[in-house]
């Protein structure tokens, strides 16, 4: 099974940048459909973001409005989350999440399109 582990939260004031990692198992990494979801404290697993195995495509849920960049980097079996410009709103524990199926989504932003999960990493911005 594939195992994947986030790294890179902590706590950071508004305006200021966090770089997450997620590095995964596997040895067909380059083919997994990587993507970021976060989830605040008493709400719902929101999207944030995905990049295509493809053609390196990269998707945003609409909150994100220019402040995140998602990136792969397939020869060291991680994927990346370039935070910039953080709001208090943005406060969540943040998932890696794959997609090693091979078959096409019916809608990426959904959380029941993926088959591993990370063990999520929190991020706190203050104001």
């Known amino acids: 099974q594939v195992q994947l582990v986030e790294s890179g939260g902590g706590t950071a004031k508004s305006g200021d940048s966090l770089r997450l990692s997620c590095t995964a198992s596997?040895?067909?990494?380059?083919?997994?459909?990587m993507s970021w979801f976060r989830q605040a404290a008493g709400r719902e697993r929101e999207f944030v973001a995905n990049v295509s195995p493809y053609d390196g495509r990269t998707y945003y849920g609409d909150f994100v409005q220019g402040r995140f960049a998602i990136s792969k980097d397939n020869g060291q079996n991680t994927v990346y989350l370039q935070m910039n410009r953080l709001k208090p709103e943005d406060t969540a524990v943040y998932f890696c999440?794959?997609?090693?199926?091979?078959?096409?989504?019916?809608?990426?932003?959904?959380?029941?399109?993926?088959?591993?999960w990370g063990q999520g990493t929190q991020v706190t911005v203050s104001t």
């Open positions: 999440a794959a997609d090693t199926s091979g078959k096409p989504f019916i809608d990426f932003r959904g959380a029941y399109e993926y088959d591993y």
């Open positions: 596997g040895r067909t990494f380059s083919a997994y459909h």
